[in-house]
Every structure is written in C-alpha cells, then in structure tokens.
T-cell receptor, first 111, second 111 residues
C-alpha cells in the first residue's frame, strides 16, 4: 500500500526555471493538498483540492499553480522558480481532514 | 486568520511523561489535531479532538479546551523513538476543511 507518492524526491533548479511536482494517492481520497515547510517552521498550505475538478488557494499560493488531473493525482507547478521557493514540499490527501496522510516530501533548492 | 503557539523545544527522559502545549487564536474551527514528524520524514497523524476533553490512543493522549483556546498532547512511557517534532494543527470548519499548523515542538528524549 503506497499511500501518497511524490516525485521527484530532490530537485535543484536555477532561478527562472519551471518544474512540476507530481503527487498521486491510492486511498481513493477526495481531498488533496500541497504544503511547504521551511526550516524550523510548520507546514503552510499552498493549494488544496476538496474534490476532483476543484482547486482553491491556501495561505501561500503566490508563484504556484496546481492541477487536479483526476481523483488520484494533484500536481504543483512552479512557473518561474525563485530562491524564496527553496523549501520542502509535501503533498497530502484525506477523506475527512481529521486524519491526513502525507507523502515523503520533495526537497527543492532554487539557486 | 488563525495562529497557534507551541514551545519550540521540550526535553524529557526515557520512561517519563511529557506534555506539549498548544494555544491558538481563531474565529472558528472544527477541531485540533496532532502530527509527529521525524527528521527528514513525513508528518504522521497522531490524534485529534473535535470535542472538549481527553482522547486516548495508546501511549498518546490529546486534550482540548475550547473555552481556554488550549490543547495539549500527552506522551507517556517515553521511548527514544519518540524524539521528533510534534505539531498541533487547527482543523477549519466548513465544507472544505484544511489544516493550519503551529511551528512545532522539538522533543528530545534522553536515556
């Protein structure tokens, strides 16, 4: 049982480059989320999708876009990466948000 | 908006009991949840409270007092493997529920 799978696990980008972080869950959950975590801080919500076909902004959406491709997959795109986007990115899914399951994270460095 | 406060660090010895406090400010919420995160790992769900009172799950218990805007996580019979960061998170009310995390408490368990 894979749970929430994120790719890639590590990435280094140059300022201005674009990339897409992929996320898939196999628990048939309706809701999916993208968070970022900076050193010594909690997780901050970037975007979320309460159900297939819907997406909404979270606390820190600027510089990001998302796509809920189907019920399983939720991708996060950085159109023009900036050093301030250096962070660890976590994808998550839940059925009720009382219990949310997280992927292993993508460690992104923008130089 | 919502905000949560937790101590940044707590230290305890193996076999002891430790309490990690969380105070919050919010205009409304569904509940309070707790997550554990080991270094370099994904957050994992521990417990949540939708109602005031104590919820017990094995060695871990969580408490919520809405009148005091306060909750805590109680860890009993501490083990070395409990050394990790612990996050409280508010569960938003409404149809599209989200988590707002505190900045985390680093627990160190000493032998």
């Amino acid at each position: 049982n894979a749970g929430v799978t994120q790719t890639p696990k590590f990435q280094v980008l140059k300022t201005g480059q674009s990339m897409t972080l992929q996320c898939a869950q196999d628990m048939n959950h309706n809701s999916m989320y993208w968070y970022r975590q900076d050193p010594g801080m909690g997780l901050r919500l970037i975007y979320y999708s309460a159900s297939e076909g819907t997406t909404d902004k979270g606390e820190v959406p600027n510089g990001y876009n998302v796509s809920r491709l189907n019920k399983r997959e939720f991708s996060l795109r950085l159109e023009s990466a900036a050093p301030s986007q250096t962070s660890v990115y976590f994808c998550a899914s839940s059925e009720s948000v009382m219990m949310t399951f997280f992927g292993q994270g993508t460690r992104l460095t923008v130089v | 908006g919502q905000s949560l406060e937790q101590p940044s660090e707590v230290t305890a010895v193996e076999g002891a009991i430790v309490q990690i406090n969380c105070t919050y400010q919010t205009s409304g919420f569904y509940g309070l949840s707790w997550y554990q995160q080991h270094d370099g790992g994904a957050p994992t769900f521990l417990s949540y409270n939708a109602l005031d009172g104590l919820e017990e799950t094995g060695r871990f218990s969580s408490f919520l007092s809405r009148s005091d805007s306060y909750g805590y996580l109680l860890l009993q019979e501490l083990q070395m493997k409990d050394s990790a960061s612990y996050f409280c998170a508010l569960i938003s009310s409404g149809s599209a529920r989200q988590l707002t995390f505190g900045s985390g408490t680093q627990l160190t368990v000493l032998p």
